[in-house]
């Protein structure tokens, strides 16, 4: 069975970076070459949102407006990761955030929410507060 598990999560100044990993372990690990994978993140008390969304093949990712220019998604089919490199963090970027795999290989026009994902990594927490 695929699992999915986020690091990389911590404590930042608001302005600094932080690199997010999303690595796929398990029996079926090799699967998510063929898979788009999203990135979600969920502040307290809010829903989980869409960040971005990579297809299988690694082009044409799609973005959360506010994250554009400052977000960018990636993947390593050898490495059975996708990464998540975020720059001029906000406090508003806060959250718990998420990996998940797509029930596709592309990224479908309702990427940005949860239904579009049928595996889901255990998250890891971003703050970013002065």
């Known amino acids: 069975q695929l699992q999915l598990v986020e690091s990389g999560g911590g404590l930042v100044q608001p302005g600094k970076s932080l690199r997010l990993s999303c690595t796929a372990t398990?029996?079926?690990?090799?699967?998510?070459?063929?898979?788009?994978v999203g990135w979600f993140r969920q502040a307290p008390g809010k829903e989980r949102e869409g960040i971005s969304c990579?297809?299988?093949?690694?082009?044409?990712?799609d973005y959360l407006d506010s994250v554009k220019g400052r977000f960018t998604i990636s993947r390593d089919n050898a490495e059975k990761s996708v990464y998540l490199e975020m720059n001029s963090l906000k406090p508003e970027d806060t959250g718990n955030y998420y990996c998940?795999?797509?029930?596709?290989?592309?990224?479908?026009?309702?990427?940005?929410?949860?239904?579009?994902?049928?595996?889901w990594g255990q998250g890891t927490q971003v703050t970013v507060s002065s």
């Open positions: 998940a795999r797509a029930v596709y290989g592309f990224c479908e026009h309702n990427w940005a929410q949860v239904r579009a994902y049928e595996s």
């Open positions: 398990g029996f079926a690990e090799w699967t998510l070459d063929y898979y788009a």
């Open positions: 990579i297809s299988s093949s690694g082009t044409i990712p």
